[in-house]
């Protein structure tokens, strides 16, 4: 019989097989961002606030790491219950903030009274931090399409820790308030828009109007008071 | 002479080498992507990080001081502040470092609004030494924290 040459193997294709593989790794793997919580701290001032009572949700932790919330003893779990409490809109409960009323035609017209107050005192920084609020509830209010109730300016959830109390109690209560907050934030995007929230992208321009108008409605407002002992 | 010849040894054809570097390459590429660059750790404290549930992804390309709060290994209690890649022995020397960063083009142009301080802290720091550090952050103006945190699934 004839002995026939091997044939040499074409490897031709090898090249589409590795960039295929390189293709399908790179589409699938996904970086871990580092996880983190964000917050702001207060400019330095000796200010101190007045508030009124039924506007500020206090919570506290003593030194022990055990939880107050509006004075009386509680778990760290119950802060989230008290959060969504806070947060919601019902007019004339007692104790709880006397949210405003926000519709289209409050804004426009705040906003006309501002402008006019501007431009007798054009330096007042007040009135300019109010204008940019109001400018965002306008937009919120369009975003929806109605009106909405909000907290008032000055109503806070507030938390006063003791000089030993551990970091992971502090962690645990901003992650309980965050919980509460996202929670409800959640249910108004379903309402509203058909979407949850976490997501909404806020690197697109129709996702992040959306992002803005809900945290209009529900704004992270965490005060921390300074070196007060609590008992 | 035969029609067949058979004394001629037959060569066994070279193996092709051609697709040796697509799977270098995809080797290359494979562990190019996979790989996640660990987070900056310290080497000097020992830090046991939170869990929490709600937490965000930091955001890329920032610009950043990094503080670390922990035990130092082998005490029992002597938690240390550590920033960038030094022991700090006292407060004041945050806002020397912060302001002196801030001579920095590159980081005085996003000071108000990409310049992050990135904390890890450990779980039984007392709230005191954070304090202190966050009022060392309030005298250089530098108010963003984020802290570092494991998400809790």
Not at chain 1, 159 to 186: E, K, W
Not at chain 2, 105 to 127: A, C, H, I, L
């Amino acid at each position: 019989m004839a002995k026939r040459e091997v044939e040499e193997i074409n490897a031709g294709s090898m090249a589409d097989i590795a960039f295929l593989l390189l293709i399908f790794f790179l589409i699938t793997t996904t970086m871990n961002l580092p996880q983190v919580h964000e917050e702001r701290l207060p400019q330095k001032s000796d200010v101190e606030f007045l508030l009124n009572e039924r506007n500020v949700l206090q919570i506290m932790a003593n030194k022990n790491d055990k939880i107050g919330i509006e004075g009386e003893f509680a778990e760290i779990t119950d802060i989230q219950n008290a959060v969504k409490k806070f947060y919601q809109h019902k007019v004339g409960t007692p104790n709880q903030p006397s949210y405003i009323e926000v519709t289209r035609k409050i804004c426009e017209d705040t906003l006309e009274s501002l402008e006019n107050a501007l431009n007798v005192y054009p330096d007042a920084p007040l009135f300019k931090i109010e204008q940019d609020a109001w400018k965002k509830r306008l937009d919120a209010c369009i975003a929806f399409g109605g009106g909405f109730q909000t907290l008032p300016n000055n109503a806070t959830v507030s938390i006063q820790l003791d000089n030993s109390t551990t970091y992971v109690t502090y962690m645990s209560v901003l992650d309980q308030i965050m919980q509460g907050l996202n929670s409800l934030r959640d249910s108004l995007c379903q309402d509203k828009f058909g979407v949850s929230f976490e997501r909404l992208n806020d690197k697109v321009e129709s996702d992040k109007q959306k992002i803005s108008a809900i945290r209009q409605v529900y704004p992270k407002k965490i005060m921390k008071e300074k070196n007060r002992s609590v008992q | 002479m035969s029609k067949f010849s058979k004394g001629k040894k037959r060569k066994d054809p070279a193996i092709s080498t051609a697709a040796l570097p697509d799977i270098v390459f995809m080797l290359l590429f494979f562990f190019m992507v996979t790989t996640v660059f660990k987070e900056k750790e310290s080497k000097k404290l020992e830090i046991d990080k939170v869990a929490i549930k709600e937490t965000i992804d930091l955001e890329k390309n920032i610009k950043a001081s990094y503080f670390w709060i922990g035990r130092v290994p082998g005490k029992v209690d002597d938690f240390r502040v550590q920033l960038d890649d030094d022991l700090i022995n006292d407060y004041s020397e945050i806002k020397d470092y912060l302001t002196e960063l801030r001579k920095n083009p590159e980081y005085s142009q996003v000071w108000g609004s990409r310049f992050f301080n990135v904390f890890k802290v450990d779980k039984k720091t007392e709230m005191r030494i954070v304090r202190k550090v966050h009022d060392e952050l309030k005298e250089a103006e530098a108010f963003k924290v984020v802290y570092s945190v494991n998400r809790e699934k």
